[in-house]
Structure formats: structure tokens, C-alpha cells
């Protein structure tokens, strides 16, 4: 069965340090999402892409994190500089299309900002 | 406003308990999902159940039986004879109009052997 891929699966970083996530999301899936989620919280959506291009990211820290889907299949999260709030667990999920009602869940990426 | 709450923050009961898991949503949406997703220790969230708004009809499925009523807008999860396995975050989440999710905290379900 098709899985979103997620690397690394775990990352330490410095406060100051940049850091990248990358999501490989199901084969044909137009709808590309990366969600926050902190300890003891539910996900909080960060991004949302339609192919290569950005739908929402009203909640996305525009200042320090970056999201970018370029060719319109895997995707990469920046956060530069990270800070010690970023500690979470970042998940990218995929959908066939904005209008999809499943949304399936990669492994996640667990980060530690020091 | 769409929102999602899970009172009970954690839960803990002993190995062969029924338990019970409240989620309350408030939507204006007419037609909407609601889901609930399993989360252990290892951190993935697994899919557990999706309801659409006009399917009121309770789902069972081994242990694991859904109540959903739309007349006092809640979602409940109910697990019977729990087991250790079903240690884990359990979330319940609303999918509006705009395909968004919206997420409850969380209920954190620890059973003792």
C-alpha cells in the first residue's frame, strides 16, 4: 500500500541552526499538507499546496519557516533560524485532491531544538 | 466557529475496562466529517473512523463502537475489555466545508495491565 514518506525521522538541532524537513507524499496526490504539532496539542496546519502551488498558509511563521513544492510532488520545510518553541512534531500528509475527504498521514518528523 | 473539544485530558484505566472518550464539536457547517485518529508512543497518527454529518448510524468494529449525535453535536469513542495496545493519544477531528481539519487536544488513554 502507497505511504507518504517523511526524513528524518528525528532530528536535534541549536537554537540559531537551520534546519529541513522533506515529505514524499502518495503517487498522484495533488494536495500536499504539512501540520505542527506540539506536545500535548492537536496537529495545527502550517501549509497547504494544490500542486506546486501554496493554498493556505495563514499559519505558517513567515518569517523563519519556509515550504516549497516545486516540481508539484515531494515537498521540503525550512525553519531558519530554529528556536526552542519549533521542538514538535512536524507531519505532512497527502490527499487526490483539495476536495478529498482522506487525508493520509506520513511518520512524521520529531525535532529538538537545544 | 469550528472547534473541536476533548475535555478529558487523560485517562486511565485498568486492562479489561470499558472506556469511553467524549468529543464535542461546534460547526455551522450543514455538512461535515468527523474523525477520530489513534496516536502511540512512536508518533504516527493512524486513521480510526470517519463519519459524514448526515450518517447518524453508531459503527462498531471489534472493541471499538462510535456514538454519533448530532442533536448534542458529540462524537464519542467508546473501547470495551480495553487492552494495553490501546495505550495511546486518541484525537477526534472535524473536517469543514473547506476540507480543513480542525483538531481537538487530544486525549491521552493509559491502560494498566
Known amino acids: 500500500e502507497a505511504e507518504v514518506a517523511q526524513s528524518p525521522r528525528y532530528k536535534i538541532t541549536e537554537k540559531s541552526q537551520a534546519v529541513a524537513f522533506w515529505c514524499d507524499p502518495i503517487s498522484g496526490h495533488a494536495t500536499l499538507y504539512w501540520y505542527r504539532q506540539i506536545l500535548g496539542q492537536g496537529p495545527e496546519l502550517l501549509v497547504q499546496f494544490q500542486d506546486e502551488s501554496v493554498v493556505d498558509d495563514s499559519q505558517l511563521p513567515k518569517d523563519r519557516f519556509s515550504a516549497e513544492r516545486l516540481k508539484g510532488v515531494d515537498s521540503t520545510l525550512k525553519i531558519q533560524p530554529a528556536e526552542l518553541g519549533d521542538s514538535a512534531m512536524y507531519l505532512c500528509?497527502?490527499?487526490?485532491?483539495?476536495?478529498?475527504?482522506?487525508?493520509?498521514f506520513g511518520p512524521g518528523t520529531r525535532l529538538t531544538v537545544t | 466557529a469550528q472547534k473541536v473539544t476533548q475535555a478529558q485530558t487523560e485517562i486511565s484505566v485498568v486492562e479489561k475496562e470499558d472506556v469511553t472518550l467524549d468529543c464535542v464539536y461546534e460547526t455551522r457547517d450543514t455538512t461535515y466529517y468527523l474523525f477520530w485518529y489513534k496516536q502511540p508512543p512512536s508518533g504516527e497518527l493512524v486513521f480510526l473512523i470517519r463519519r459524514n454529518s448526515f450518517d447518524e448510524q453508531n459503527e462498531i468494529s471489534g472493541r471499538y463502537s462510535w456514538n454519533f449525535q448530532k442533536s448534542t453535536s458529540s462524537f464519542n469513542f467508546t473501547i470495551t475489555a480495553s487492552q494495553v495496545v490501546d495505550s495511546a493519544v486518541y484525537f477526534c477531528a472535524l473536517m469543514d466545508s473547506n476540507y480543513q481539519l480542525i483538531w481537538g487536544a487530544g486525549t491521552k488513554l493509559i491502560i494498566k495491565p
Open positions: 500528509a497527502s490527499s487526490l485532491e483539495a476536495s478529498s475527504v482522506e487525508q493520509y
